[in-house]
């Protein structure tokens, strides 16, 4: 059946309409340059891989896991015709973590290509994990001033052989928010800069061989919620202006050389959830008191610091805390009871190798979430309020041993229900309970006992009388 002129017509309109909108919906493609720099960077990752072959499309249409694309809008002049969209990469992501993160995977001979550094205008990530574990990887010291200025992600997770100074690496990063080297090679001060990077909101510069004090300034630095320097070789003073971090609510300074005072600043923290400055070389000053102002704390550990003193009655607010590391402080006195009477989320409780001494609280033995109790090493005594059932819950993480003078009752059911460090305890002596007798060896013993017994013989000598 023949088509009419008119219905030829409107074919021929809706064709040509379908095939415009088509062509001008048409998403851009990555430029050949960029492209072939990721092929590049690739190789550089895993040699072993043949990623041209695997990828041979657009790599923002069709790219591996881990490279991230996104689209821009660019005006020639002001008028909304003439604007032309173009497609460049923004993440870059390198090193199996799981099969929900199946980036490309790293190999021993994994290097970083500078081309990072030089092809990719629009990057905002950029994630290497457990890539550079063999071969010796320098960081690089020349980052051009024109890379970053997008960069709001730059993460270094576990790569040992990735070996040289920070600063290498911090440019001029002016959108950064995270800064996360950890586990790796780098070594020497935090440069100066990084207190000019006022986006920043993470700071994770654990397990790796920095060194010095705060050289940097933190003044800048309000957006700041994590700041993590832990096991590095870092000393001096920790600067009193750190309590201006008022949004923080992660400070990890542990197993360091920090030494000093525990800055009273650190109280000005509302909104800190978890500090651990355990493991330094703080001075002589007690458990700090500040702690009392921080209601919003979760977690805080101060362990193997020699604070000296008592500890403190400042658990009234911290209801919410779930974990206490005090271990190996120089603490003496008492534990006051006031911990277990208020800490009823308490998951942790590390108190051992200090000198303490009297009773454990019996409020500790009903702690409904405890998890672990470490009391070990101290000169407590007295019968521990733990039962049978809350023994065998701990288990192992009840530990008591090294208090001479503590005991459990008989009723315990040692070898059935006493498990851990707490079936090693001895028996608590049972209690005197003297029989009703006429006549003891204490009465018969003392002058006024002997005057009284005389008196009652007499006594029962009328009665057998008169009878």
């Not at 062509?23 to 690739?42: A, H, I, R, T």
């Not at 000005?268 to 704390?297: C, Q, Y």
């Amino acid at each position: 059946m023949a088509l009419s002129s008119s219905s030829m017509r409107t074919l021929v309109f809706f064709t040509t309409l379908l095939s415009f909108l088509v062509v001008s919906n048409q998403q851009p493609f990555l430029s050949s340059l960029e492209q072939d720099s990721v092929y590049q960077v690739l190789d550089s990752v895993n040699p072993t891989i043949h990623w041209r072959s695997l990828f041979p499309d657009d790599l923002c249409s069709s790219p591996p896991h881990g490279v991230v694309c996104d689209y821009f809008t660019i005006s020639t002049n002001d008028t909304v015709s003439s604007q032309t969209e173009t497609v460049h990469i923004t993440e870059l992501s390198f090193g199996y973590v799981s099969d929900y993160s199946p980036n490309p995977p790293c190999n021993a001979n994994s290097t970083l290509n500078p081309l990072i550094f030089t092809s990719f205008k629009h990057l905002r990530k950029l994630f290497f994990y457990k890539c550079f574990t063999e071969k010796q990887v320098p960081v690089p010291d020349n980052i051009p001033a024109s890379f970053g200025s997008s960069l709001e992600d730059l993460v270094f997770i576990d790569n040992p052989s990735f070996v040289g100074p920070l600063g290498g690496i911090i440019g001029s990063f002016t959108n950064l928010r995270r800064l996360v080297l950890t586990g790796n090679g780098v070594y020497g001060g935090i440069p100066d800069k990084v207190g000019d990077l006022v986006g920043l909101e993470e700071i994770t510069l654990s397990r790796n061989k920095l060194s010095g004090g705060f050289s940097f300034s933190l003044d800048k630095l309000k957006k700041l919620r994590i700041l993590d320097l832990s096991q590095n070789q870092f000393d001096g003073n920790v600067p009193e202006e750190m309590g201006n971090l008022t949004n923080l609510l992660k400070l990890d300074l542990s197993s360091n050389v920090y030494s000093g005072k525990i800055p009273g600043s650190l109280g000005h923290l509302k909104s800190l959830e978890f500090m651990d400055l355990s493991f330094n070389r703080f001075g002589n000053f007690g458990v700090p008191t500040f702690i009392a102002e921080m209601d919003k704390l979760r977690e805080v550990y101060l362990s193997g610091n020699l604070l000296g003193g008592e500890i403190p009655e400042i658990w009234e607010s911290l209801g919410g805390i779930v974990g206490i590391g005090l271990s190996g402080t120089g603490l003496v006195g008492k534990i006051p009871a006031s911990m277990g009477i208020h800490l009823k989320k308490l998951s942790y409780l590390g108190l051992d190798n200090n000198k303490l001494q009297g009773n454990v609280p019996e409020e500790f033995g009903v702690l409904e979430l405890v998890g672990e109790i470490n009391l070990e090493n101290n000169n407590l005594s007295g019968r521990v309020p733990f039962s049978a059932e809350f023994s065998t819950k701990v288990g192992e993480k009840l530990k008591l041993k090294g208090n001479p003078d503590l005991c459990i009752d008989e009723k315990f059911s040692i070898g059935k229900n006493a498990s851990g460090s707490i079936g090693q305890l001895k028996l608590c002596k049972k209690p005197d309970n003297p029989k009703a007798a006429m006549f003891s060896d204490a009465t018969a013993a003392s002058p006024s006992g002997l005057v009284v017994a005389s008196h009652m013989l007499m006594f029962l000598g009328f009665l057998v009388f008169f009878a």
